[in-house]
């Protein structure tokens, strides 16, 4: 069993910067890639960001491209989200997630708010 926590959200202006973190439980952290979505209200959950299991492979979606930048410390059990130049369209519920090898999204946190005002 993985519980993963997230915190580092909160409100910030337009232009400003985050970064989130997501601390996982247990001693099989390396075992999962982990990925960053967010859902907004009235809107579907969002594809963010992805690491390896290594951290040598990360991948972002179309929303985070060029000022976000994911990372993790293995060591920590950590998943970071970097966020920068935010804008308005940011604002939403950050949630990390497990994946396994096989594809799965096995575990998720409970989400971080993040609000970005203009």
């Known amino acids: 069993q993985v519980q993963l926590v997230e915190s580092g959200g909160g409100l910030v202006q337009a232009g400003g910067s985050l970064r989130l973190s997501c601390v996982a439980s247990?001693?099989?952290?390396?075992?999962?890639?982990m990925e960053w979505f967010r859902q907004a209200p009235g809107k579907e959950r969002e594809f963010v960001a992805g690491?390896?299991?290594?951290?040598?492979?990360?991948g972002y979606g179309h929303s985070a491209k060029g000022r976000f930048t994911i990372s993790r410390d293995n060591a920590k059990n950590t998943v970071y989200l970097q966020m920068d130049s935010l804008e308005p369209e940011d604002t939403a519920v950050y949630y990390c997630?497990?994946?396994?090898?096989?594809?799965?999204?096995?575990?998720w946190g409970q989400g971080t708010q993040v609000t970005v005002s203009s």
């Open positions: 997630t497990a994946r396994s090898v096989g594809g799965s999204y096995e575990y």
């Open positions: 247990g001693r099989t952290f390396s075992s999962y890639s």
């Open positions: 690491i390896s299991r290594s951290g040598g492979g990360t």
